[in-house]
């Protein structure tokens, strides 16, 4: 079995709050994201009913474009799954994440469609297996 040096370690959205506002949102859990001895981002888990969730990720400006991208998605898809929830929604206006994220079909991740309020914005979803 191939240890895996990223881990997710549950923070105070209190303190995610205060820190990054423009991150927090009301009924979301948070979680630090480690790799190896470093703490590299942000993962939030906002709760949209029993069964969905909406996960947002923030990567602190030095790591961007030093993390095992493929280890970190893996890892970041399938921990929802873990705290009860059978589909994940995804959103993102950047062009370097919708190109990765439509790249991870093998993933389970399948394209929704265009946001109807934000024509730059598209949705993914990722549903439990």
Do not use: A
């Not at 995610?16 to 859990?29: A, E, G, I, L, M």
């Not at 630090?32 to 993962?43: A, D, K, L």
């Amino acid at each position: 079995m191939e240890l895996i040096p990223m881990k997710l370690i549950e923070i105070n959205p209190l303190d995610v709050q205060r820190v990054f506002p423009s991150f927090y949102h009301k009924d979301s859990q948070f979680f630090m994201i480690t790799y190896e001895t470093c703490e590299v981002g942000i993962y939030g888990i906002k709760t949209l009913d029993p069964n969905v969730c909406e996960i947002s990720l923030c990567i602190f400006e030095e790591y961007r474009y030093k993390l095992p991208y493929k280890i970190g998605l893996k890892l970041l898809l399938k921990f929802p799954f873990t705290l009860n929830f059978v589909k994940i929604l995804m959103s993102t206006g950047e062009k370097s994440i919708m190109t990765l994220l439509r790249q991870c079909q093998s993933l389970g991740v399948e394209f929704i469609g265009y946001d109807k309020d934000n024509p730059k914005k598209v949705w993914f979803k990722k549903e439990s297996t």
